[in-house]
């Protein structure tokens, strides 16, 4: 797993925008931090499975912010279409 492409991507960040673009059917690929609360995940992690989404786990919500070029812990990023 490269986090790079989070780098230069179009992405929204945070559970409500990554529910948001799963629903609308704009996003191909969606991070989820295990270290995030499972009420907050699971919820995302089922709406990315029935919508045909990748999911990626990142270790630590640390670890996805500053893959995101964030000064803040996220629980979920959603890479869109182009």
């Known amino acids: 797993m490269s ?3 989070l780098k ?3 992405k929204v960040i945070g559970t409500k925008q990554v529910k948001k673009a799963v629903l609308s059917g704009i ?3 969606v991070y989820l931090a ?3 609360e499972p009420h907050i995940i699971g919820p995302l992690k089922e709406l990315c499975h029935q919508h045909d989404v ?3 786990s990142v270790d630590t919500m640390e670890t996805l912010g500053v893959a995101c070029g ?3 812990g996220s629980a ?3 890479l869109l279409n182009e």
Do not use: Q
């Open 54 to 56: 990748a999911v990626e």
């Open 34 to 36: 295990d270290d995030a």
């Open 76 to 78: 979920a990023v959603a």
């Open 8 to 10: 230069n991507s179009k």
């Open 70 to 72: 964030i000064e803040v």
């Open 3 to 5: 986090l790079d492409e």
């Open 27 to 29: 996003a191909h690929k």
